[in-house]
Nanobody, 115 residues
């Protein structure tokens, strides 16, 4: 059973950057298409970035040009580089399979962007 652990969140001022990590233990998730999701306060969880097994990426319009998703197969880890952060990026960020939810949700990592 794969266990996902997200990390790297924090408090940052608008315009700043953060790099999130998603580490998988228990199995090799390199065969899966994966993605980053976020859940803003009081709102539903949404997919913001996805990456296929072959490395093809896709982004929500709200983050396109600011966020970059990548994965390190050797480390069984996925990343989300977030630049030019905005207050509306404030959310708990999660990783999972994308578009198909493949694994149990991790605890997420909180990102808070102050104006």
């Amino acid at each position: 059973q794969v266990h996902l652990v997200e990390s790297g969140g924090g408090l940052v001022q608008a315009g700043g950057s953060l790099r999130l990590s998603c580490a998988a233990s228990g199995s090799d998730f390199s065969i899966n298409a994966m993605g980053w999701y976020r859940q803003p306060p009081g709102k539903q969880r949404e997919l913001v970035a996805a990456i296929t097994r072959g490395g093809r990426t896709n982004y929500a319009d709200s983050v396109k040009g600011r966020f970059t998703i990548s994965r390190d197969y050797a480390k069984n880890t996925m990343y989300l580089q977030m630049n030019a952060l905005k207050p509306e990026d404030t959310a708990v960020y999660y990783c999972n399979g994308a578009p198909m939810l493949t694994f149990a949700w991790g605890q997420g990592t909180q990102v808070t962007v102050s104006s």
